[in-house]
């Protein structure tokens, strides 16, 4: 549980109200309830309290008037087997826009109920125990994922995958601390074993070794999470957003015969056999001495440097060499426009001859592209890592466990320091302590009605 400050507490007085269904018309709406007030709320607009977690099919009314609001389904969730750990009811009801509103003004009367914030449903489940901080960033992953691969990782991390692994390390941790503090507390005792800190070798030699191995993993996670990004580059007209268009398939680029079409950088967003994939097209890079256009050489270089893969464009009977600021990623040469002059055979050897007009090698190109991004994404079949704050966690407890590993006979309280400070990393790691300063940029990012 993460330490509340006091107005995190007062919140949960309130009693919080929001839709969790989209917005705008449709079939069925679905309202979300929770805090104290749930139950009198329901008695007061239904009549009656349904039997927990029993759909009821009831007369919404409007209390202040009597005037039935809509027909629709109760469901009542009893505090604490709730989402929320709270009192929790759900109106499922139709989804017209005065339907809706008319509810909604009829909850807001009601006294200490008001709207929810983004995430607020799931921050009282973080802050009940509900969830931990890695399972709620789980939640918000399987929200967002648009993905196979993406909303498998994020099923696994709602589900408790790194959660469990991170308290079977914890209790290991917390063992060896138990052998440390004996010998700190008691070091005359003569029912506590010699030296009982030189045992915990054993216990934290584990740890660190499946800390390192994640931390090797990390990288294919976090891309599943975000995505590979692939930067076409190359010089002007070479047909980038000929390409772009093409592996799209849709417009996305202006294309046209003026060399510096393309300004800025060009972004869309692909699946390639469950992986995400951010495929960029850039400014052509050549000397320039038009403004504009070299702010856009600069981002094209730029964003090259940050690519997990440029693909190289030339023509193939004008092919040029990939420009040395590309920086030290993958990239691969691409000749274009191989149905108007074919490659000299030294030159195709090293390079893949396309044809955005006929389709030439673009199904070839395509399939190699989603290879690359299988193999960077491990597969789909990433470890425990999905964000830069689970590497730093797992970079700290790794950090502090070296130590120990490096000067197994340094002074007692210096194994127990290095100690503490893994168990706090790890703990930071699922919101135990010390998250205050994270979970406003958490809960942002969720939608009003979880």
């Known amino acids: 549980m993460p330490e509340l400050h006091e107005d995190s507490r007062a919140a949960t007085n309130d009693t919080i109200f929001a839709f969790s269904s989209g917005a705008g018309r449709a079939a069925i709406a679905v309202l979300r309830l929770s805090g104290p007030a749930t139950p009198l709320i329901i008695k007061s607009v239904v009549g009656r309290l349904p039997e927990p977690r029993r759909a009821s099919l009831a007369t919404l009314k409007d209390p202040a008037t009597d005037e039935p609001i809509d027909s629709g389904l109760v469901l009542f969730f009893s505090a604490p087997r709730s989402f929320t750990g709270e009192d929790c009811a759900e109106f499922h009801i139709h989804g017209g826009r005065a339907v809706a509103q008319r509810l909604i003004t009829t909850l807001a ?209 004008r092919p040029v060499e990939p420009d040395v600021r590309l920086g030290p990623g993958a990239v691969w040469r691409i000749l274009t426009k191989c149905d108007l002059a074919p490659a000299e055979p030294g030159i195709a050897a090293h390079a893949l001859a396309i044809s955005a007009e006929t389709g030439q090698n673009l199904d070839k190109l395509l399939k190699d592209l989603a290879d690359f991004a299988s193999s960077a994404s491990g597969a789909g079949h990433a470890g425990l890592i999905t964000r830069e704050r689970h590497r730093k966690a797992f970079a700290a407890a790794a950090e502090a466990l070296t130590r120990i590993e490096a000067e197994p006979d340094a002074p007692i309280e210096i194994l127990a320091e290095d100690l503490r400070a893994a168990l706090f990393a790890l703990e930071r790691l699922v919101g135990r302590v010390d998250v205050e300063d994270i979970l406003g940029d958490i809960f942002s990012r969720f939608c009003i009605g979880k």
């Open 109 to 317: 009367g009601f006294p200490g109920t008001r709207a929810a914030e983004p995430g607020e449903f799931t921050r009282r489940a973080l802050l009940n125990g509900k969830l931990d901080l890695v399972e709620v960033e789980g939640l918000g992953d399987l929200i967002e994922a648009e993905t196979e691969w993406q909303r498998r990782q994020a099923l696994r991390q709602l589900q408790g995958s790194l959660s469990r692994e991170a308290e079977r390390w914890r209790a290991a941790l917390l063992e060896a601390a138990a052998l440390v503090e004996a010998e700190i507390d008691f070091p005359d005792e003569g029912d506590v074993p010699q030296a009982p800190s030189r045992g915990v070798g054993a216990l934290v030699r584990p740890v660190l070794q499946s800390l390192n191995a994640e931390l090797a993993a990390g990288a294919a996670g976090e891309r599943i999470r975000d995505g590979v990004t692939i930067v076409i580059a190359g010089p002007p007209n070479a047909g980038k957003s000929t390409l772009m268009n093409a592996l799209a398939r849709r417009d996305v680029a202006i294309v046209s015969q003026i060399a510096g079409t393309t300004r800025d950088a060009i972004e869309v967003h692909l699946d390639l056999g469950g992986c995400a994939v951010t495929l960029i097209d850039t400014a052509g890079l050549r000397e320039s001495k038009d403004a504009i256009e070299l702010a856009g050489i600069a981002r094209a270089v730029e964003k090259a440097k940050n690519a997990d893969l440029v693909l190289w464009l030339s023509e193939a009977g």
